[in-house]
T-cell receptor
Framework: QQQVKQSPQSLIVQKGGISIINCAYE??????FPWYQQFPGKGPALLIA?????SEKKEGRFTISFNKSAKQFSLHIMDSQPGDSATYFC???????????FGTGTSLTVIP | DGGITQSPKYLFRKEGQNVTLSCEQN?????MYWYRQDPGQGLRLIYY???????QKGDIAEGYSVSREKKESFPLTVTSAQKNPTAFYLC?????????????FGPGTRLTVL
């Protein structure tokens, strides 16, 4: 059973537009939700993370929105740039644990 | 520089052969992980280890084996029992004693079975 469901599988956005990637989780005990960015042929790297005690976290052009009651969280990339073209993974884990549960990834292409 | 190294970057294997993928970290992290990445399937956990000389199976451990004899090393062996081993393999580590410290990933090894 997929613990974290991610959509869409792929996304094409024009330069300057907003990219939105959504994730939903099942286990209400999850309490840490990171997003990773992966460029082709490279390992994923942490982009931004949130805990469920806040509804939004912003770092530069990247924002996580968190809806605890709906068990959903999303990544918004404002003013999307061609350099943002990558695969994005959401994940969930327990604050006291180590095992991470990853979404299936979203391939983002930003068109100049 | 602190980080995770994986070697080799590319690996070719004939059917029926065992191969071992190397993963080394100098971050002093307790926990280490192996993931397999296939197109459209995200990251699937193969094995993880939270402490030296101890490891647990992940979701897709069949056909793989690991060892954790040293804190900084967590090699993965892909055995001939693994039916479809061609994939991108990622090693990661995290600090176990500081809450949900993020997982840091290595650059990956792409394994191709000929």
């Amino acid at each position: 059973q997929q613990q974290v469901k991610q959509s869409p599988q792929s996304l094409i956005v024009q330069k300057g537009g907003i990219s939105i990637i959504n994730c939903a989780y099942e286990n209400t005990a999850f309490d840490y939700f990171p997003w990773y960015q992966q460029f082709p042929g490279k390992g994923p790297a942490l982009l931004i993370a949130i805990r469920p005690d806040v509804s939004e976290k912003k770092e530069g052009r990247f924002t996580i929105s968190f809806n605890k009651s709906a068990k959903q969280f999303s990544l918004h990339i404002m003013d999307s740039q061609p350099g943002d073209s990558a695969t994005y993974f959401c994940a969930a884990t327990f604050y006291t644990g180590n095992q991470f549960y990853f979404g299936t990834g979203t391939s983002l292409t930003v068109i100049p | 520089d602190g980080g995770i190294t994986q070697s080799p970057k590319y690996l070719f294997r004939k059917e029926g052969q065992n191969v071992t993928l190397s993963c080394e970290q100098n971050l002093n992290h307790d926990a280490m992980y192996w993931y397999r990445q296939d197109p459209g399937q995200g990251l699937r956990l193969i094995y993880y280890s939270q402490i030296v000389n101890d490891f647990q199976k992940g979701d897709i451990a069949e056909g793989y084996s690991v060892s954790r004899e040293k804190k900084e090393s967590f090699p993965l062996t892909v055995t001939s029992a693994q039916k479809n081993p061609t994939a991108f393999y990622l090693c990661a580590s995290s600090a176990r004693d500081r809450g949900p410290d993020t997982q840091y990933f290595g650059p990956g090894t792409r394994l191709t079975v000929l």
